[in-house]
């Protein structure tokens, strides 16, 4: 019964008709079915039965329709990595025996980008930022865009990307991330950009690249763009101990400095700082005592009242509150080692080290 359906071709029709409506662009593919579970059972009782390794009924309709497509198709069967997966489902079909019963499902299976982004200017988050207020839906806090910020460094590149590839969405995946005021810059941070569901999967990345960066001009900046894999996703987030940040902070104090002052900073390096959760993101995270270590720390005075800091440092650590001390969370700090209030005024990233 199912095999005249893949014989005369009615199966393969109703795939086309699919993925035409789709507007498909794919090289590899996997075939799945459905078939009621008495069925399947009843495989299962024979085989036992018969004592012979026969494969069983649902094994066999996917490889003759894999068959089949394959030679229509001209794509290739890909049991790991398939670009689409096309789901026959037959539990219906097995009762009424009817064409029309024949449903056609298609699975989409995402792609990866990977790179380096910088962020030339201040003001604008990693990843799309829902609205507090609505949610996202639109409202008169967020002048109807259901968002926090008009643009994001995922945006900014994914816009390009939704459009070119036809895709559903995207998730953007950073190895870390800076703060909405902090620029981005040296050869950029890591990231992977996901996207669900698209309809053409074979891009020229160069050009894409171009285009991207021409769109995003004077506010970010995308490099090494290359075809990656899921697993790069998670592993991107993962920081080893030898990971390492190069930060540069614009330093503002209350009372003058000067250059002797400065010196003592040094002491901060090969030093580990405690610090509690910081008050500007206690709302959002818990509150502990984290370890981070400074590596490394120079200063140059701009000012009487204002310094340069570049500090290299463990992967985490709160800059801003190294600085300012934090009402006492963070310790050993800048405030306490110049004896008077300093605050981070600027911040950059410099080099996302591994
Ligand atoms: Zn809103």
């Not at 199912?2 to 593919?29: A, C, P, Q, R, S």
């Not at 080893?240 to 400065?262: F, G, H, N």
């Not at 700082?273 to 981070?292: G, N, S």
Request: charged share 40%.
């Amino acid at each position: 019964m199912v095999h005249d359906n893949i014989e005369n071709g009615n199966i393969f029709e109703k795939i086309i008709k699919k993925i035409n409506y789709l507007d498909l662009k794919f090289d590899t593919f996997l075939i799945g079915s459905k078939i009621p579970t008495e069925i399947l059972k009843r495989g299962e009782k024979n085989k036992r039965k018969l004592d012979l390794d026969v494969e069983n009924i649902k094994k066999e309709i996917n490889r003759e329709i894999g068959k089949l497509l394959e030679k229509k198709l001209e794509k290739e069967v890909d049991f790991e990595n398939p670009d689409i997966i096309i789901m026959v489902d037959l539990r219906k079909f097995f009762k009424t025996s009817q064409r029309e019963d024949i449903k056609i499902r298609i699975q989409i299976n995402p792609i990866f980008i990977e790179g380096k982004y910088k962020k030339l200017v201040r003001g604008i988050p990693q990843t799309k930022w829902p609205c507090r207020k609505c949610k996202g839906k639109g409202c008169d806090k967020c002048n109807g865009t259901g968002k926090m910020y008009k643009e994001s460094v995922e945006e900014l590149i994914s816009s390009i990307f939704l459009e070119e590839t036809n895709g559903y969405g995207t998730k953007f995946h950073g190895a870390g991330r800076e703060d909405i005021d902090v620029r981005m810059l040296g050869d950029g941070r890591p990231f992977v950009l996901e996207i669900k569901e698209p309809k053409k999967r074979k891009l020229d990345l160069e050009k894409l690249n171009k285009k991207v960066n021409d769109h995003s001009k004077g506010k970010t900046e995308y490099n090494y763009l290359k075809f990656s894999e899921k697993k790069r996703k998670v592993e991107i987030k993962v920081s080893s101990p030898d990971t390492y940040k190069l930060y540069r902070a614009l330093v503002e104090c209350d009372t003058s400095i000067e250059e002797k002052d400065l010196e003592k900073i040094k002491q901060l390096a090969n030093t580990t700082i405690k610090q509690q959760t910081p008050l500007r993101v206690a709302h959002r995270r818990a509150d502990k005592i984290r370890e981070r270590k400074v590596k490394d720390i120079s200063a140059n005075i701009i000012n009487s009242h204002s310094f340069e800091m570049i500090v290299k440092t463990q992967g985490g650590l709160y800059i801003k509150e190294l600085i300012s001390s934090d009402d006492k969370r963070t310790t050993p700090n800048v405030s306490e080692i110049l004896k008077t209030k300093a605050i981070c005024k600027e911040l950059d990233v410099i080099e996302v080290g591994n």
